[in-house]
DNA sequence: ATTCTGAAATGACATCTGTCAACTTTTAGC
DNA sequence: GCTAAAAGTTGACAGATGTCATTTCAGAAT
C-alpha cells in the first residue's frame, strides 16, 4: 500500500489498545503527555514525533498504538465523553422523572457544564480537531442522546420517525449551537445554552404536535 | 520558522491570485485539474504533487499560488458557493415578496438543488473537506443566509438579536440536517431537506412569537 | 531593440505521516 | 527453568507539507 499523509484526516482513526503491561503503560503515557502538549501548545504544536521525543520513545513504538495522530485526539476526546456519559447514566433517573422538555433542559445543562470546565475537551470537540462526521465518540454521544430523546418521547407519543432521524438531528442542532457559541466566543455563553434549548425542544416538538 | 506540516488544515488558508497572464493561466489550469482529480479519484488521492505532475509543472510553483492544498479546495468551494449566491441575488425579489416561512422553504430548496446537482460542491462543503468553522466561503454564505433571514424577519418584526445571533444560527440549523442528510444518504433526501425548512422555521419563529 | 524591475518558477531543505521487515521482549506451555 | 509463540520495538524508507534563496521570465520604460 502506498504511503498516504495526511491530506485529510480519518475520522473514524481508533486506538489499538496494547495487552502487555508494559506497552498498556506506554499507551497511557502517550495520552497523557498528549493532552499535556495540548494544554500547553496547542493544536498547531501536536505531533507524533513531539510525543515521542517527549516521552523519549520512538515514532514507530506511538504508531503501533494508534494509526494516525488523529487517533490519539479521538482517544482523548472519547475519554472525556465517557465521562460526559457516566454522569448522564448516573443521572437518568432524574430524567425519567421530567418532562421531556425539562429533560432537554437538563442535558443541555449538563453538557454546557461540562464543555464549559474542561478546556481540552471544548477544544476537541467544539473547535474542530474531532471531526464530527462519522466520529466513533461523537457517533456514541449522538446515539445516547438519541436513545435518551427517544425514551423520552415514548413516555409521552409514538416513535419519533427514522427519517430524518429525528433523535440524531436534534443532537446535531444541540451540537451546532454549542460550536456557534465556542467559535464566537470562545465558550457557551448562556444566551447559546438557551438558544440550544429552544432549537431542540422546538424541532422535536413540531413530530410530536404532528402526531 | 519550523515546517509545519497539517497536522491540522488551515481553515482559513487562501489562494493568492497571480498577476502575470501566464500565471493566472496555470492558477486557473491548477484549479481545474484540482476539481477533476476529486471527480476522479476523490479527496483521498487529493495532494498538491498529484497535481502538479498532472499538470507537468513543479510543487514549488503551486505553493506560490496556494499556501496549503486545503486552500485549493477552499477556493473550489467558494466558486461553487459564488454561483449559489448569483441564484439568491438573481431570485431576491421573488423572496423578498413571500412570507419569510416561504421564503426559507425557498432558500432551502435552492440549496438543495444546488448540492444535489454538484457532486464536487457537496463533497467538499457537506462532506468535511471543507470545515465550517471559520471557512470565508462558508461565512459569506451564512452572513448571505443571515442577511436574508433579517430582512425576511424586519419585514414583519424587531431586528433578531445578535446574541446568540439567530440569522447565523439558522443558517447553521440548515447545513447541519443537510450534513446529517449527506453523511448518512449520500445526498439530501427529501425528508431531511424537510427537516431543514421545519427546524429553520421553527426556531426562527419563536423569536417571532417572544416579540 | 534593450534594459530593468518585480513577479513567478525552481529545487533543495527540514519536518511530518504512514509502512514494514527485522529484531527484542514478554508470556505461556512444557 | 526452557523454549516457542505472541506481543512489542525499532530504524529505515517512501511520500507529503511547507519554506526559501536563487534563478528565470514577463512587461514596462527608455
Redesign the pocket.
Known amino acids: 500500500?502506498?504511503?498516504?499523509?495526511?491530506?485529510e484526516l480519518?475520522p473514524l482513526a481508533v486506538a489499538r489498545v496494547?495487552?502487555?503491561?508494559?506497552?498498556?503503560a506506554?499507551f497511557e503515557a502517550v495520552l497523557a503527555e498528549s493532552e499535556k502538549l495540548l494544554e500547553e501548545s496547542g493544536l498547531q504544536a501536536f505531533?507524533?514525533?513531539?510525543v515521542a521525543e517527549r516521552l523519549g520513545?520512538?515514532?514507530?513504538?506511538i504508531?503501533?498504538y494508534f494509526?494516525?495522530?488523529?487517533a490519539i485526539l479521538n482517544e482523548l476526546a472519547k475519554r472525556h465523553l465517557d465521562e460526559l456519559q457516566a454522569l448522564f447514566n448516573e443521572r437518568a433517573v432524574d430524567l425519567a422523572a421530567m418532562s421531556w422538555r425539562d429533560a432537554i433542559r437538563t442535558v443541555v445543562q449538563y453538557a454546557v457544564e461540562f464543555h464549559n470546565s474542561r478546556p481540552a475537551a471544548r477544544m476537541l470537540i467544539l473547535g474542530g480537531a474531532v471531526t464530527d462526521t462519522s466520529f466513533r465518540a461523537q457517533d456514541m454521544l449522538m446515539r445516547h442522546l438519541g436513545e435518551l430523546g427517544r425514551r423520552i418521547w415514548e413516555k409521552q407519543d409514538s416513535p419519533l420517525p427514522t427519517s430524518p432521524d429525528v433523535s440524531t438531528l436534534v443532537a446535531d442542532i444541540g451540537l451546532t449551537c454549542f460550536r456557534r457559541s465556542f467559535l464566537d466566543h470562545g465558550w457557551i455563553t448562556p444566551e447559546y445554552q438557551e438558544a440550544a434549548v429552544i432549537a431542540m425542544q422546538r424541532y422535536l416538538e413540531y413530530y410530536r404536535a404532528k402526531k
Chains 1, 2 share one sequence.
Open positions: 500500500m502506498q504511503a498516504k499523509p495526511a491530506t480519518d496494547p495487552m502487555q503491561s508494559r506497552a498498556r506506554r505531533s507524533i514525533p513531539t520513545m520512538t515514532r514507530g513504538s504508531y503501533t494509526p494516525t495522530p488523529h
